[in-house]
């Protein structure tokens, strides 16, 4: 799908002015996609503004759930709040998405049932979290999720699409390794490193899918299971070129853009 | 949670791996090691000084914390994981016949929010400082000692992860007015709205009616489960002690720590959904630590409230589906010897003359509350097995036979993108979070944050602004960019109905817009009515394999501009290189050409003959620094080194 030749090549100096140049993490993402679909992943996307059931609920992180801490979110105001800063916790809130797994829910909800093939898809998008931000830290920025529904999906599977995910975007060298980890929508969940540049990075967050989700989207857990795998693609950016703060990515500065 | 080295140590006779080895074993087999810090005479890399301890930071995941946010809990993995025993959690408790608690006490649990709660009187303690053991122990995480009876309770909880609290009995109202020690009343209950409990540190809290307190017959004595109050707390008067530890629902104790903003280690503790059974462990060692410290007499028996009896689930899972889960090949004597190694009691099962596997029945250890499901058992073994054993599988090619068929607006975004940069749009991402907008945070992060974006125009006319004040430092001579992203609205027809409280009945409108623009207009609108009016032929044309960042200075740029004449016949090329190669290091970018005009062959004014034609390049130079402010000086002596070599080639001549 990706021309990867660029047609400025050969073109004299001053017609290279003529093109435009793109984003950084738009060259991430069409990366990302062009490698996980030689694999049969389809892109799928979803709302930036979401409401509970999709982004926690339904992925197993019920209300008053202690794991609800492990996403600082953005609520929207509503005019029935009483207050800002403690909004009810009626239901009907919305809230700015804080992963891109709402994706896999809806994706899941609206594909009943599965296809008898499983399905592959693969979903960039901007999530936001309620953070200070500074050089690593912003309120909003890119995650790309992967989900496989099948049958007798295995840990090792998932392990073999992420090794060949970093290979093509990184290069052949680098090495990965799955740690204990723990994300209430997948069970066994691990941690992703990868070894890059001499240094074991954390990158994303992976495991097979929790029967109690595809529970809630009416997946019978007994016929199908699956694998579902995250990472923020800011970070990805930021390894592969060496940008060195993630805010550059959205100041709307052609200095960076440019160097692309 | 902050871990002591060799406070950890004392749950093992035999010797531990080395901190680095034991954080390297935690990590890939349970729970990441943030950070290892030598305390004592440490922070000198002196040999002959080595530290006297280490703090492992453990990051103890929400799912682990209700068994894992303590001494005991780490120790039992640490167990698990190096083949170590640990010491068992036993304790002489003497209790004295003379002493009944049930005769100094009765106690009513009127919520179903409190799952047990146990109590037990020592009478005649002595309260003072703590033994420096004790003291040490406390200090080496950084908690302050206080009194011996509050230090035992702290160390308690952090030893075995059950919070639990001691009264001072006799600041307990009811019956006190006789000298004798006749029962008191002890209720847990729900308190009532607008009632008031002074925490021990001394600030007032207001509870409502979801929240619990422990209370006398007159008044609360503490906010259950998060922080005791000062009506009862120790004091160096104190002799007689109601030592506690309860159980409590977690969400219960999430909303009230919540609603109050009062997060404590009990708290924490408790909305994790600890065991019940660990309150009878706590229980002991509480009571037998303030015996041994404080002295006194202790009630013979405890008053033990357990309506609904925890069990451990028993969990069927056979070997096939364990290394169907993960991927291995794991055999029976492995998977056997993995669960003993987690303490998981099992029996194998099977129906005779059946070809189906057999499988096991698994009882998990009872304070392992998050292993109900066979994949909770799939990831018991995998981690102890070790996650690095399973192998990457991608030999398993999946009919799909469709093609990917990818999502639609996904397909028009690439489209409208690929025209936009070949008309010379560069792309660039703003902010969803702007001063104005139709669709409000609750919870902004600062004042100027407060809507999501209507519009990409804002935002990309900021750019633009920004973009022309650098634009001697970019590729192109003007500035052109785009952006595509979501814009927020809402349904104006429905919005204005009524103030409905109702929210969900207000229509909000999610939209991918597509703006492009330079200095004199911005334009934008939907990405569908964008992509109507334009090719569909465009190749994707992306690659940035060797794209090294170059980090944006933030000195102040000088530009520069330089016109060649060239004899004709000659390509602008050659004195582009040399402008380049004579730059030097602070050159900020590729020079630029702005300008070229040819003068046609003709007779100049010399009276040369005619018959060669010349042309006039104009470069722009732009130098900047990362780590300073440039000065004149420096660029001029730049300027006449590019002049000087100019110069060197007759045929060349500077305008």
């Avoid at chain 2, 000198?44 to 000084?49: H, V």
């Avoid at chain 2, 722009?620 to 620094?625: A, D």
């Amino acid at each position: 799908m990706v021309n990867k030749s660029k047609p400025e090549a050969g073109l004299p100096r001053e017609a290279l002015a003529k093109w435009g140049h793109e984003h950084p993490l738009s060259i991430v993402i069409n990366d990302i996609v062009s490698i996980f679909g030689e694999m049969d992943f389809a892109v799928a996307l979803g709302p930036e503004v979401e409401d509970e059931h999709h982004n926690f609920d339904a992925l197993n992180i019920p209300a008053h759930h202690p794991a609800r801490d492990m996403w600082d979110t953005f609520w929207l105001k509503r005019s029935g709040d009483r207050s800002p800063d403690h909004p009810s916790d009626d239901l009907g809130k919305k809230l700015l998405r804080t992963h891109t797994s709402p994706v896999q829910i809806r994706y899941m909800e609206n594909n009943q049932p599965p296809p008898a093939g499983g399905l592959k898809i693969i979903s960039p998008g901007k999530v936001f979290r309620y953070e200070a931000t500074d050089a690593t830290h912003e309120a909003q920025f890119y995650q790309v999720e992967g989900l496989y529904i099948g049958k007798d999906v295995s840990l090792a599977e998932l392990k073999g699409v992420i090794k060949k995910f970093f290979e093509k975007f990184l290069g052949s060298d680098v090495e990965i390794r799955f740690r204990p980890s723990y994300f209430p929508f997948v069970e066994p969940g691990v941690e992703v490193d990868i070894k890059f540049k001499g240094k074991w990075l954390e990158v994303m967050g992976a495991g097979l899918v929790h029967p109690k989700v595809l529970e809630n989207v009416g997946y019978d857990p007994k016929k199908w299971n699956g694998f579902a795998f995250g990472g923020g693609v800011d970070r990805f950016a930021m390894l592969k070129y060496g940008v060195d703060d993630v805010r550059l990515f959205y100041k709307g500065d052609l200095r960076l853009t440019d160097q692309f | 949670m902050k871990i002591s080295y060799a406070w950890l140590q004392e749950y093992f006779e035999e010797k531990l791996p080395t901190p680095e080895k034991l954080a390297d074993l935690i990590t890939m087999h349970a729970f990441e090691i943030d950070s290892i810090t030598p305390i004592g005479h440490a922070a000198s890399k002196d040999a002959a000084c080595p530290p006297t301890d280490w703090l492992l930071d453990v990051k103890v995941m929400p799912d682990r914390a209700h068994d894992c946010m303590s001494y005991w809990g780490i120790a039992k993995e640490v167990g698990t994981l190096t083949g170590l025993e640990v010491k068992p959690m036993i304790f002489p408790v003497e209790g004295d016949e003379a002493v009944k608690t049930s005769g100094l006490i009765n106690l009513k649990v009127k919520s179903e929010n409190c799952r047990r709660a146990m109590k037990r009187v020592a009478i005649g303690v002595t309260v003072g400082p703590s033994p420096k053991w004790l003291k040490n122990r406390l200090e080496s995480v950084g908690q302050r000692s206080i009194n011996n009876i509050v230090d035992i309770a702290n160390f308690v909880m952090l030893e075995t992860g059950q919070p639990v609290h001691t009264f001072d009995l006799d600041k307990i109202e009811g019956n006190s007015k006789s000298e004798s020690l006749i029962s008191k009343q002890i209720t847990i209950r729900n308190a009532k709205n607008g009632e008031k409990v002074k925490t021990l540190d001394g600030k007032e809290f207001i509870l409502d009616e979801s929240m619990l307190v422990i209370a006398d017959e007159e008044k609360a004595l503490d906010i259950a489960g998060i922080k005791g109050g000062a009506v009862s707390g120790i004091d160096d008067n104190t002799q007689n002690v109601l030592l506690s530890a309860c159980n409590f629902d977690p969400i219960n104790i999430r909303q009230t720590s919540k609603s109050l903003g009062l997060r404590t280690d009990a708290s924490l503790r408790f909305e994790k959904d600890i065991s019940p059974t660990l309150a009878e462990i706590a229980m002991d060692y509480l009571s037998f630590l303030v015996k041994e410290i404080a002295g006194g007499y202790l009630a013979s028996d405890v008053i033990d409230f357990y309506p609904n009896k925890a069990v451990a689930p028993q969990i069927s899972i056979s070997e096939d589906d364990i290394n169907r889960l993960l991927g291995l090949k794991i055999k029976e004597k492995e998977i056997e010897d993995i669960f003993r190694k987690l303490r998981f009691e099992f029996k194998k099962s099977g129906f005779k003359n059946s070809k189906k596997p057999n499988f096991y029945e698994v009882v998990p250890p009872i304070e392992r509350r998050d292993i109900n499901l066979k994949e909770d058992i799939a990831e018991e073994v995998a981690r102890i097995y070790g996650y690095e054993k399973i192998p990457a599988h991608l030999d398993t090619p999946r009919p799909s036979g469709r093609g990917v068929s990818h999502d639609a607006n996904f397909l028009k975004i690439e489209q409208a993108r690929r025209q936009l940069l070949a008309e010379g749009y560069s792309e660039v991402y703003t902010y969803t979070f702007q001063n104005k907008g139709k669709v409000e945070l609750a919870n902004p992060l600062a004042e100027d944050k407060k809507f999501l974006r209507a519009n990409l125009s804002d935002g990309l006319k900021e750019s633009i602004n920004l973009n022309i004040k650098n634009l001697p430092l970019l590729d192109a001579n003007e500035v052109k960019v785009f952006e595509i992203g979501s814009v927020f609205g809402k349904d104006e027809a429905k919005s204005s109905e009524a103030e409905s409280p109702d929210a969900s009945k207000e229509a909000f409108r999610e939209e991918i817009h597509v703006a492009y623009g330079d200095k004199k207009e911005v334009k934008e609108m939907k990405l569908g009515d964008y992509i109507k009016d334009i090719s569909k032929e465009l190749s994707f044309v992306q690659s940035a394999e060797d794209v090294k960042y170059k980090p944006i200075s933030i000195y102040p740029f000088i530009s520069r501009d330089i016109a060649v004449w060239m004899p004709d016949g000659v390509e602008s090329d050659q004195v582009f290189k040399v402008i380049k190669q004579n730059a030097g290091e602070l050159l900020a970018r590729e020079p630029k050409l702005f300008d070229k005009f040819t003068k046609p062959a003709r007779p100049d004014d010399s009276g040369r003959s005619g018959g060669e034609g010349r042309t006039s390049y104009a470069y722009r130079l732009v130098f900047q620094s990362q780590d300073r402010t440039l000065t004149d000086e420096e660029i001029n002596a730049i300027m006449a080194q590019i002049s000087a070599k100019i110069g060197q080639n007759s045929l060349w001549q500077i305008r």
